[in-house]
């Protein structure tokens, strides 16, 4: 039952973004932000759900004594994220209680018209944002190696803990603090905007689009779409993280700095960039699982039809796909292929 803090959080989390969307749920329907944002808590009922399960089911070697100890800590820092944040947004309706000047000062309908006047998007913000999203990836992959290396040296053996179970626990742990952050962040700024503190502002006036100030910042929606692949081989789980990042990366970068062609399927989309995404899409499949060939037991030939696979899926996705946002459907709907054609 050590689970059950971390467990009753994420599911707190679902159902107070249902609650908020179902609540507004013509604007979003008028603005096509509905089912983003079902997807979205949907995702977190599913992470609460199946979280005792994540660790066990990547490392059948794992003690008990090491699995409580992952429960335990996990709670704990997700817990103690919590109050912290409660604390901050407690203190500003303080604030704002006492001086009621401080509230008309901090009103969202004046910061989003602000914010849309100031709002520029070009290459050299859109290199800040990508990097963050890159930035998750590089956890993942770090966590991984620094278990291995771990293992290796004989550190985990006093704890109860292997390689894969040490990895995990840091991937989800450090992952789902991110998406709790960021969640509880965006419903304050959606619902009682002059709760957040002055550097949540300030980073939304940096980091945040456009088309993000009447729903959850892309980023959130990107992690939770990883959780379903906690349970599939690691270099699966690695391929689905990269392609989200690494292959959007390209595609939109690429599409700033070198795009004249505009897809006719989807006027904001370039044909250079989803060029480029492809490729490096069909790049990042071959390249991993190469790595990993040993690992999952698969060959060259198998590998290719997967690369196809999943290159193709990625620019049908970025050709088509309008309403629903990108970041949940690339890991989605090619993860799950990946993880299909892996599998028969």
Not at 184 to 207: G, Q, V
Request: proline share 3%; glycine share 6%.
């Amino acid at each position: 039952m050590y689970y059950l803090p971390t467990t009753i959080i994420l599911i707190g989390f679902s159902i107070f973004t249902l609650i908020y969307t179902l609540k507004n749920w013509k604007q979003k329907k008028s603005e096509h932000l509905l089912a983003n944002e079902i997807i979205v808590a949907i995702l977190f009922f599913v992470a609460g759900i199946s979280y005792p399960w994540m660790i066990p089911n990547q490392s059948s070697d794992i003690s008990e004594s090491g699995l409580k100890l992952i429960w335990v800590v996990t709670s704990l820092i997700l817990s103690l994220e919590m109050i912290v944040w409660f604390s901050m947004l407690v203190y500003n309706i303080i604030i704002c209680h006492l001086d009621k000047n401080q509230r008309l000062q901090r009103d969202y309908s004046e910061f989003c018209e602000k914010f849309n006047q100031n709002w520029v998007y070009d290459f050299k913000s859109d290199v800040g944002r990508k990097g963050l999203h890159l930035f998750t990836v590089g956890i993942i992959f770090m966590f991984w190696f620094l278990g291995q290396l771990f293992e290796s040296l004989g550190l985990l053996e006093c704890l109860g803990l292997d390689a894969n179970s040490f990895a995990y626990w840091w991937i989800t742990t450090i992952g789902l603090g991110f998406i709790i952050m960021f969640q509880l962040a965006d419903l304050a700024r959606l619902n009682a905007f002059f709760t957040l503190p002055k550097w949540a502002k300030n980073w939304y006036e940096k980091s945040m689009r456009k088309e993000e100030t009447n729903t959850f910042v892309a980023s959130t929606l990107m992690v939770l779409a990883f959780v379903p692949f906690i349970f599939v081989p690691f270099p699966i789980f690695a391929t689905v993280a990269l392609i989200t990042t690494g292959a959007d990366a390209a595609a939109s970068l690429v599409g700033k700095k070198m795009g004249k062609h505009k897809l006719p399927t989807n006027s904001q989309k370039t044909l250079e960039g989803l060029i480029a995404g492809a490729m490096a899409t069909f790049l990042i499949v071959m390249g991993i699982f190469l790595i990993f060939s040993d690992y999952l037991n698969i060959d060259l030939t198998r590998i290719f039809i997967i690369a196809s696979a999943a290159t193709t899926l990625f620019a049908l996705i970025d050709s088509f796909s309008k309403h629903i946002n990108d970041n949940l459907l690339n890991p989605l709907i090619i993860g799950f292929t990946m993880w299909i054609l892996y599998i028969v």
